[in-house]
C-alpha cells in the first residue's frame, strides 16, 4: 500500500533534519538566482493542483464625458485576464558510497546540499530564462529587423526605444523585489527597470554611452549580486546563465561567434538582454518551507544493494514560469565584442 498523498518523505532524515538540510540548499542557491528577484510571485504551497493561475486587473477606460447634473454615472465592471501554467516535477541526486560515509573528513550532508542547493538554482533558472525569453515583444541591436542581420553589440538608443515602448504600455518601474533569502520575502529598490543578460555582454555595456558603474551608486550597499550598473532607469544584471543563440547572426570579424570567445569571421553568436518591468512574468519562488523537499538515504543493505554500500543526496521541487504581459517585457538581441 502506497504512502497517503499528503506525506512527505526525507529519506533517512527527520522531519527536523530535513528542515536544516533545506535551508542549506536553499541558502546556497538563492545568491545564484537572478530571474526569481523581479518576477510575480505564486507561491506552489498555495495551489492545490499541477496548474498555477496569475490574474490581471485590466485598466479602465477613461471616463472624459462630463457627468450630467444629478445622474450618477454607469460605472465600469472589473474585468481581468488569467494566464495559467502547469508545474513541472525537476529534481536530481548525488550518489554517495558507505566508504565516503565512514571515511571523509568533511560534512558530507553539508557537502551535499551546498552542491545541490547550485544545482537546483541553476535548473530552475534556466527552466525560466527559456520561458521568459521566448516572448514576442523583439527588439535587435542597433535597429535591424531580424536575427540573422544582428551585428551590434545593445546601445543607449535600443534601450530608450524600449524604455519609451514600456512607458507607453502603462508598464510600471520595479520599487521592491524577492530577497535572496530562504524565506519568502521583498526588499524595497530604487524604482528602476531591470535588464538580465550574459556576463558577455559586460564589456559593450561598460562602454556604452550614459552607463553609471554600479559602484558609483549614491548607496552602493544597494548593490544586487551580478548588478554591473545602470544606463538611465535601466539596471542591469549579468549571469552566465543567458546563452547566446550560437552564430545565428551577421557575419564578421569582430564579435564572438559559436561560444569561442575570441574573434572570428562566422556569423556572430547572438545574446538576449531581457528588460523587465514590474509584473512582466510570474514564478512559483524557490523559497519557503514546501518550496522544495531534501532527501537522503544512507547507505544501507537493501534489494538492489545487499551490502548497503551506495546511499544518495537528493533535491525534487515543482516549478513552472509564464509571461503575464508581452508589452512589459521586452528582448534586445545583441552581438557581444570580442576582446
Not at 488569467?82 to 508545474?87: F, K, Q, R, V
Not at 530577497?179 to 559586460?202: K, N, Q
Request: charge should be neutral; hydrophobic fraction near 40%.
Amino acid at each position: 500500500m502506497g504512502l497517503p498523498s499528503n506525506t512527505t518523505t526525507y529519506g533517512d532524515i527527520s522531519p527536523r533534519t530535513a528542515g536544516f538540510a533545506k535551508q542549506m540548499l536553499l541558502e546556497r542557491g538563492q545568491f545564484l538566482m537572478v530571474v526569481e528577484r523581479f518576477g510575480q510571485v505564486d507561491p506552489q504551497q498555495k495551489n492545490k493542483t499541477k496548474t498555477v493561475k496569475w490574474r490581471r486587473y485590466n485598466s479602465l477606460a477613461r471616463a472624459t464625458a462630463p457627468l450630467a447634473e444629478g445622474v450618477p454615472p454607469t460605472g465600469k465592471k472589473l474585468t481581468h485576464t488569467d494566464i495559467t501554467a502547469t508545474l513541472e516535477q525537476y529534481g536530481d541526486t548525488i550518489k554517495t558510497t558507505d566508504v565516503i560515509a565512514d571515511t571523509h573528513e568533511d560534512d558530507v550532508l553539508k557537502e551535499s546540499m551546498d552542491l545541490v542547493g547550485e544545482q537546483a538554482a541553476e535548473t530552475i533558472e534556466e527552466v525560466r530564462i527559456n520561458i521568459i525569453k521566448a516572448g514576442t515583444n523583439v527588439y535587435y541591436g542597433n535597429g535591424v529587423s531580424t536575427r540573422a542581420t544582428v551585428d551590434s553589440p545593445a546601445t543607449r538608443n535600443d534601450l530608450r526605444k524600449i524604455k519609451r515602448a514600456f512607458m507607453a504600455n502603462k508598464a510600471r518601474t520595479i520599487s521592491k523585489i524577492i530577497r535572496a533569502s530562504a524565506m519568502i520575502s521583498t526588499e524595497p529598490v530604487a524604482p528602476a527597470f531591470f535588464a538580465m543578460g550574459d556576463t558577455d555582454l559586460e564589456a559593450d555595456i561598460l562602454d556604452m554611452d550614459g552607463f553609471i558603474p554600479a559602484e558609483n551608486y549614491a548607496d552602493s550597499t544597494k548593490i544586487l549580486p551580478g548588478e554591473v550598473g545602470k544606463v538611465e532607469s535601466i539596471r542591469i544584471i549579468l549571469t552566465p546563465m543567458f546563452s547566446p543563440w550560437l552564430a545565428a547572426g551577421a557575419s564578421g570579424t569582430t564579435y564572438l561567434s559559436n561560444g569561442s570567445k575570441v574573434t572570428s569571421a562566422a556569423s556572430c553568436d547572438v545574446y538576449p538582454l531581457l528588460i523587465v518591468a514590474k509584473d512582466a512574468y510570474g514564478i512559483v519562488p524557490l523559497q519557503g518551507f514546501n518550496s522544495v523537499t531534501p532527501s537522503v538515504i544512507n547507505p544501507k543493505p537493501r534489494g538492489s544493494d545487499p551490502l548497503g554500500q551506495i546511499g544518495y543526496v537528493g533535491w525534487k521541487t515543482y516549478q513552472t514560469a509564464a509571461i503575464l504581459n508581452e508589452q512589459w517585457i521586452a528582448r534586445l538581441e545583441v552581438a557581444a565584442t570580442a576582446l
